[in-house]
Each structure stands twice: as structure tokens, then as C-alpha cells.
């Protein structure tokens, strides 16, 4: 893998190509990059995400990346260094932003989903964007040691820090609570309208979007997953203890009827309901929950 490497504090590029000319790579630097215009896909670390218009990456050391191009793309490049960001005096007085801009970017969920800036924040990033390109267009040697522009680039990080601030509370408070997480799914394993990932991010004051990927990195499987197994092994004991009927227990877990019921049980064990319990002898046992 190629490995491209930096030595000046700051380097700005701003090009647009039909194709994206590097292979996959990674860097020895901290890359911000804005799509002006275009469209494609960007992997990170082998996670994709579409980009468009507006879109804003993070990208750290050592991340792997490249663009697949579809639509003719304007980016622009603002890349790094430790050393940029040394003297932390301006950007901790700022009131700009809570996390270093250094620390910020190796925040691994930033590269794992993409960051959703509301129509107010695209129009200010846009607009920082084309100062920052005008600016290095006119005056390229004043770049490094410009203060308008270090000031330019802490309100990106402002921006992308606020459309991203709960996330960042939860990484700042320890992530989610898994424990309390995973009782709360098993209390309403009967709703499932509660364990949808739109109510539990609720819950839980995270966006959808980074719960979804916290809960199959931090779970090794999605929601959906998860929620199934649980609720198939609940189902499973209800059937060998042979206590209620199959109907009653579709209701008990909120299926429509007992025919969607069936259709679920089968998807997930490759048998019906009444086959499982036909090859369970012990279905007298007591085993409910």
C-alpha cells in the first residue's frame, strides 16, 4: 500500500479529475477534504460511503482510503501535521471547538459514517471552502503561516464538531452503557417498535447513524441480528415448555398473526414452529420465561 508522506505543516490542493489518481493509501498526515462538486464513492478503511455535493471527510494517519469518481469531482485537499496545531493556545480560546483538532480526527466513527451537516451548516461550509481555495489560489507561500486561514480551518472542525456533538458527548462519557443498552432491548423485546434503532439512538441521545455502527462494532452483528437471536431463543423455550399455543405466543411477541409468525420462526431456524416442537420430546419441561 502506498504511503504518502508530508513535511510541511500545512499543504492545501485543490483539483477536480474524472478519475481519482492514487490507488488506494494512507498517509503520515491529517487530511480535511470538501467535495465541491460531483459525485462517487469514498472507502475508508474498507467502509464506503456515497459523496455529493457539500460533503466533508476526516481523515488521520494511517487511515486507507481512495474515491471511486462517477461524476467528474472538484475537491479540495487541506492537509496537516502534528505540528500545525502545536501551539493549542488559539484553537483552546477559540470557544470554537472542545477537542483538539488533531485528537477529533481520530475518532474512528468519523471515517465509519457520513457526517450530515444541516442546510445552514452546508451553506457556511461551502462558503469557508471557497475562502480557503481563493485564498491558496492568490497568496500559495502565505498559506502555512496565515492566521486567516488557521482560523478558516477551526471553524470547519466548529462546523463538523457541532453537527457531531452527541456523538462526541458519548465518546467523552465512555461510550454507551452496553449493560444498560443490551436490558433495555431485553425488557422490550415484546415492542418492537422499541428496539428499532431510531428509538434506542433516542434513548439513548445518539444519532441513528453512529448507533447503528457502535452497536455492530461494539456486538460483532447489527440490531436486527441481535434482537432475532434473543427473541427466537425466548420463543424456542416457550415452545418446549408447551404451556401456550402458537398463536398466543405470536401474540405475546407482537407478530401480526400466527401466520407471520411462522414465517419469521422458519427464516430464522429453518423450521416451523410446530416441527421445532415435535423434535423437542421434553416440551413438558419447565423452561418459560
Known amino acids: 500500500?502506498?504511503?504518502?508522506?508530508?513535511?510541511?505543516?500545512l499543504v492545501i490542493h485543490d483539483y477536480a479529475e474524472e478519475s481519482f489518481h492514487l490507488p488506494s493509501h494512507s498517509h503520515t498526515y491529517y487530511e480535511l477534504i470538501y467535495i465541491f462538486s460531483g459525485r462517487g464513492e469514498h472507502f475508508v478503511n474498507s467502509i464506503k460511503n456515497k459523496y455529493s455535493r457539500g460533503d466533508v471527510f476526516v481523515l488521520s494517519p494511517n487511515d486507507e482510503h481512495y474515491f471511486d469518481i462517477v461524476e467528474y469531482t472538484h475537491f479540495i485537499f487541506i492537509?496537516?501535521?502534528?505540528?500545525?496545531?502545536?501551539?493549542?493556545?488559539?484553537?483552546?480560546?477559540?470557544?470554537?471547538?472542545?477537542?483538539?483538532?488533531?485528537?477529533?480526527?481520530?475518532?474512528?466513527?468519523?471515517?465509519?459514517?457520513?457526517i450530515a451537516l444541516s442546510d445552514a451548516q452546508k451553506t457556511m461550509m461551502k462558503n469557508i471552502m471557497e475562502n480557503i481555495a481563493y485564498y491558496n489560489l492568490k497568496s500559495p507561500s502565505n498559506i502555512m503561516p496565515s492566521s486567516i486561514i488557521y482560523t478558516h480551518i477551526l471553524a470547519v472542525f466548529g462546523i463538523i464538531q457541532e453537527t457531531m456533538k452527541n456523538e462526541i458527548n458519548a465518546i467523552q462519557n465512555q461510550e454507551l452503557d452496553k449493560d444498560s443498552l443490551i436490558s433495555f432491548i431485553h425488557e422490550n423485546i415484546y415492542f418492537p417498535e422499541k428496539i428499532r434503532a431510531n428509538h434506542l439512538s433516542g434513548e439513548f441521545n445518539i444519532s441513528t447513524n453512529y448507533f447503528?455502527?457502535?452497536?455492530?462494532?461494539?456486538?460483532?452483528?447489527?440490531?436486527?441480528?441481535?434482537?432475532?437471536?434473543?427473541?427466537?431463543?425466548?420463543?424456542?423455550?416457550?415452545?418446549?415448555?408447551?404451556?401456550?399455543?402458537?398463536?398466543?405466543?405470536?401474540l405475546e411477541f407482537n407478530f401480526a398473526d400466527a401466520?407471520?409468525?411462522?414465517?419469521?420462526?422458519?427464516?430464522?431456524?429453518?423450521?416451523?414452529?410446530?416441527?421445532?416442537?415435535?423434535?423437542?420430546?421434553?416440551?413438558?419441561?419447565?423452561?418459560?420465561?
Not at 1 to 9: A, E, P, T, V
Not at 88 to 96: E, F, M, P, T
Not at 225 to 244: H, S, V, W
Request: hydrophobic content about 30%; proline content about 3%.
Open 1 to 9: 500500500m502506498i504511503k504518502l508522506k508530508q513535511f510541511q505543516s
Open 79 to 114: 492537509k496537516f501535521t502534528e505540528n500545525y496545531f502545536q501551539d493549542g493556545a488559539l484553537y483552546k480560546n477559540s470557544g470554537i471547538i472542545k477537542i483538539s483538532p488533531v485528537e477529533f480526527m481520530k475518532i474512528k466513527f468519523l471515517k465509519e459514517t457520513k
Open 212 to 250: 447503528s455502527m457502535w452497536f455492530k462494532r461494539n456486538f460483532g452483528m447489527n440490531l436486527s441480528q441481535y434482537a432475532n437471536r434473543y427473541k427466537i431463543e425466548l420463543i424456542k423455550k416457550r415452545l418446549i415448555a408447551n404451556r401456550k399455543s402458537i398463536k398466543e405466543i405470536s
Open 259 to 289: 401466520s407471520h409468525f411462522s414465517k419469521f420462526f422458519k427464516n430464522c431456524t429453518k423450521m416451523s414452529p410446530s416441527q421445532y416442537k415435535k423434535n423437542h420430546p421434553q416440551n413438558n419441561k419447565e423452561g418459560d420465561q
